[in-house]
């Protein structure tokens, strides 16, 4: 079996969607045979047990303004640790490809998570989305492999930026399976509307604030923390605003305990290239908790809307959004219809189904 590592530019101590993927895909492929070695930060939190190599640097995941700092030296690192035991390089998220496709790396494996040369976390920073931009396609010209996670984003490499299809695999996120099982038949509780996850520049938080203005009988919990929960947690103060609970990150139990007697679980989007071609993977932790679904249409909710599994709208449209929402809040009978297509669909998504598809990946890559 062959040697691989791993690159990844996040905090494995911090359980958000990307490094859910990185840690499920390392564990995955070490489980298979594979010699595994994951080239990180210095992590903070709680690290789960793998049976991999993890070799950190000296820097932190934190915020963006080191960001291309930690890139670069994770990108050495990890280079320099696969030339000397002759292993695979995988590099995760396509803006780290880049940096490190600038090191000189070349003939990697490159899981794009998603595209940020649209984005608005980097837009205030003048020219950035131009060298993201760059960087990224960049990183897609030096590849062996490329991962993607949905459909769109498949498209979108092929009919922009020119790579054969023959070069892409597409494996969706997914969620751990066991750790939701445990909150089966839960009672759910009137009025109540749940999100969780990171406050990013992605999620749309107007919607948020006109749900809750017309939807005084509601409770909305927003759980999760990230760079615009601060900001919108003073939206909510400035419309005076009482049905809309920000309580940050809690433990799994707590967390998930809320979703699980939800009534409707939601996602709302801005409109934008991002939306367009990720998938999230808040939606996959609602499904297989059996919950009604509202939400904007991306990656995942596309999948959702073929399979009848969730109420998804047009993110430019506010309006659709609400009316969902409140459709499910007053219509049990849907709520339950929609609630258990979701569960049936998302039996195929689990960590340890996609772990598989990139264990087949390498297995072709070898023969």
Known sequence: MSKIVIAHGGNIGFHGGGTNRVLAFAKALAENGYSVSLVVPKPTGKIPKLDVEIHTIPLRAKGIKDQILRALFVSWKAKKLAEKENAILQIEHSTLGGIAASLGCSNYVLDIHDLEFDGD?????????????????????????????????KDFLVN??????????????????????????SEEEEGLISFIGVFTHNIDYDKVIELAKSREDARIYMIGDGPMRAEFIKKVKREGLKNVLTPGFL?????????????????????????????????????????????DRDGTARIFEKHNAALVSDPAKPEEFIENVCRLLDDENLRKKLGKNARRLVKDFTWEKQGKKLVRVYENLEN
Request: glycine share 2%; with cysteine; proline share 5%.
């Open 251 to 295: 433990p799994d139990n707590e967390a998930y305990s809320i979703l699980a007697k939800s009534q409707v679980c939601i996602f709302p989007l801005r409109n934008t290239f991002h939306t367009k071609v990720a998938m999230h993977m808040k939606a996959l932790d609602y499904a297989a908790l059996g919950k009604a679904i509202a939400t």
């Open 121 to 153: 976390l980097y837009r205030s920073i003048p020219l950035a989305l131009n060298l993201i931009y760059r960087l990224e396609k960049r990183a897609v010209e030096k590849t062996r492999k490329i991962i993607v996670v949905s459909e769109p984003m």
């Open 160 to 185: 922009e930026w020119k790579v054969s299809e023959d070069k892409i695999e597409i494996i969706p996120n997914g969620y751990f399976e066991e750790k939701l099982k445990r909150f089966d038949g």
